[in-house]
């Protein structure tokens, strides 16, 4: 039984290429790390942890200010806002005005489905936890919703994470898949830290966002592959 199993199991895996493995691997690990960082997060055993960060990136004598330069406020400011639903919606818009130029509308649809699908998981989630806002420190901005995952985070991660996995595979040469790649990375990054030092978010609701949005976004990155296969998307440059 084991046997048959095993052998059913490596035919499987001889039949798929590495990225879908390693795609796969992502979603089931990243899923089960959001699954128990939640659990944590309910129980409450990361708060101390949460509140301690939080102070850190704050003056000791004023919690109001954040630590650094003046400049570095208003900075946060603009990095926290790549991702908001206002850049979010016209960095897609210009995305899909390239795609559709370039007739790639299968594509330009896919797109606006994944980021679509993408805000539909963040307020959901939201919805699920309702965790409140850090009080730990006065806000540098304007918040609306709770907190648990970073809505930022999650939007940031499938939209730039997919956009630089869409330029990855137009081009052959691996240094610019790793550039596309690495900059939707940074950028993803730079957005989810941005959260915590406007004092909106704890450390853990982005990196919790981080994670379900690192999930989404390889599971869009699959089902294109999956299409692109089936001859519904189009093929890599």
């Known amino acids: 039984m084991m046997q048959r199993v095993l052998i059913r199991v490596l035919e499987w895996l001889g039949g798929h290429e590495l990225g879908v493995l390693l795609g796969s691997l992502i979603v089931v690990a990243g899923t089960w790390g959001f699954v128990a960082l939640a659990g944590e997060v309910l129980e409450g055993t990361t708060r101390r942890f949460d509140e301690r960060m939080i102070r850190a990136l704050r003056k000791a004598d004023d919690p109001a200010v954040p630590i650094g330069p003046a400049w570095m406020e208003e900075a946060g400011r603009d990095i926290t806002a790549l991702g908001s639903v206002t850049i979010i919606v016209l960095v897609i818009a210009a995305a899909v005005g390239y795609l559709w130029l370039d007739r790639r509308f299968a594509t330009s649809v896919f797109v606006i489905l ?115 296969r089936r001859g519904k998307i189009e093929q890599e440059g």
């Open 114 to 228: 994944a980021t679509a699908s993408g805000f539909a998981l963040s307020t959901a989630l939201k919805a699920l936890f309702r965790r409140p806002r850090p009080e730990v420190v006065p806000h540098l901005m304007r918040v609306y919703s709770s907190s648990f995952p970073s809505g930022h985070s999650i939007i940031s991660a499938v939209v730039y994470l997919t956009l630089g996995a869409l330029l990855a595979r137009t081009f052959r040469q691996r240094r610019f898949k790793f550039y596309f790649l690495a900059v939707a990375v940074v950028l993803t990054g730079l957005v989810g830290v941005s959260r915590v030092y406007m004092g909106v978010h704890y450390p853990t609701d982005v990196l919790a966002g981080w994670t379900a949005g690192l999930v989404w976004a390889t599971l869009c990155w699959l089902v294109d592959r999956h299409l692109q």
